[in-house]
């Protein structure tokens, strides 16, 4: 067999950026982003604000998040989760891609939302990006050959992500 430039197989090699703990410090943002473009994948798990409360951290960092270009997976941290606003078991039905869009063609089927969990969605500052390459708590999509889930801070149900390659999972110390 030729093989030549247009039937040579594809590198099959996927970069990673993993990140954690932020806590809404703004020029360990500004590093990713310098970063990112030598990444395929950007993966934040958990503890992006240090508290839901406090003034402006979640639009900014929402705010940066609507900025990306490429897929970002997040999971969100107990630093993130405002305990009053969102109960442990609607933290785990949470699905946060938001925009159900699919730029690469991923296979999504099973992870179709429904309206429930779109009434959900509402309570909790990470579904609240709008942005088709941010993945957030209790998503799961393949790309390329790899798939990712980001499993959410509180006692997650573990079984949902068996077909995972990678699993993103804040646990505090």
């Not at 390329?144 to 993103?168: R, V, W």
Request: charged share 25%; aromatic share 8%.
């Amino acid at each position: 067999m030729i093989i030549n430039e247009t039937n040579k197989p594809k590198d099959q090699t996927l970069t990673i950026l993993h990140v954690t703990d932020l806590h809404s410090h703004q020029p360990h943002y500004e590093w990713i982003a310098q970063q990112s473009e030598s990444y395929d994948i950007l993966c934040l798990s958990g503890d992006l604000i240090e508290h839901p409360r406090e003034s402006g951290q979640v639009e900014w960092v929402t705010a940066w998040l609507n900025t990306l270009t490429k897929p970002t997976f997040i999971c969100s941290g107990n630093h993130d989760i405002e305990k009053e606003s969102i109960s442990n078991e609607e933290l785990l039905n949470l699905d946060s891609s938001i925009d159900d869009c699919d730029p690469m063609d991923w296979d999504t089927d099973r992870y179709a939302f429904t309206e429930k969990a779109l009434q959900r969605k509402a309570s909790f500052w990470m579904n609240t990006i709008h942005n088709k390459w941010v993945y957030a708590d209790n998503t799961v999509r393949k790309i390329q050959h790899i798939t990712i889930g980001c499993a959410p801070c509180n006692d997650p149900i573990l079984s949902d992500f068996d077909q995972c390659d990678i699993l993103l999972h804040h646990l505090p110390p």
